[in-house]
């Protein structure tokens, strides 16, 4: 549950993502330990370094905290 790890992650993410065409910004990051449904349906305790994802959308900025919130959040083609 590294801070420092998670932005790691996502530095090299968003470098794939920009290589396939998409826009880091419009991806919504969000740290999760699937084993314990950290941050998954609810905000973890134990990621206090965690304050939440922003992204930006056709509507404007979307935030949340969890991946039901990024879920949520994604916009259906059009």
Partial sequence: ???D???EIIKETSTF????GYN???VAFVPIF???GDNM???SPNMPWYKGWTKETKAGVSKGK???DAIDAI???V
């Fill in 41 to 43: 349906l609810e905000e």
């Fill in 66 to 68: 969890t991946l039901l």
């Fill in 1 to 3: 549950w590294s801070e």
């Fill in 17 to 20: 993502i920009k290589k396939v």
């Fill in 24 to 26: 880091p910004k419009s």
């Fill in 34 to 36: 699937g084993w314990h």
């Fill in 75 to 77: 916009e259906p083609p």
């Fill in 5 to 7: 790890r998670f932005q």
